[in-house]
């Protein structure tokens, strides 16, 4: 059940992080969500948060 939880984790923290940065280079590509970078940000924070999760989930 760790590992299960621990690998989901990093492997949605690094989905976000990606996603989060091909918005933020390439806003032409999707322009539906919003014209400024609040949302693109929002998602590498909680990709970031996701990918420290489930890297420190061991540790503890």
Avoid: W
Avoid at 18 to 43: C, H, R
Wanted: charged share 15%.
């Amino acid at each position: 059940m760790k590992n299960t939880l621990r690998f989901s984790l990093i492997i949605i923290g690094v989905g976000l992080l990606g996603f989060g940065v091909y918005t933020l280079l390439f806003p032409d590509v999707i322009e539906k969500f919003s014209e400024d970078n609040s949302q693109s940000l929002a998602m590498m924070g909680f990709g970031a948060l996701c990918l420290l999760g489930g890297l420190a989930y061991k540790r503890r």
